[in-house]
């Protein structure tokens, strides 16, 4: 699309950080690394491994559907949260 910016959709063998899911572009969640104090509140919320995820709006912060959910995460947490990209978005 000329004059749109797109993020690129991953190879679905390379692990990437959730902030780099395009939209609609979905992943597993392959680990999470941080602080523990981090780590646990985001597994308190359902982010954790083997997990999928689908990325609904980009950016910072940005929303994903996790569990049939809508989860509005700042870019400080998705730093450290590293998944397996499923594929191309739908």
């Known amino acids: 699309m000329a004059g749109t910016s797109r993020k690129r959709m991953y190879a679905v063998d390379k692990l990437v950080t959730l902030d780099r899911l395009a939209t609609g572009q979905s ?8 602080h523990p104090d981090y780590v646990h509140r985001l597994e308190e919320f359902g982010l954790r491994h083997g997990i999928n995820v689908q990325m609904f709006r980009p950016g910072n912060p940005c929303i994903i559907r996790l569990a049939g959910h809508k989860v509005c995460l700042r870019s400080d947490d998705l730093l450290k949260v590293l998944v397996r990209p499923n594929g191309a978005a739908s």
């Open 27 to 34: 992943g597993r969640v392959s680990r999470i690394e941080g």
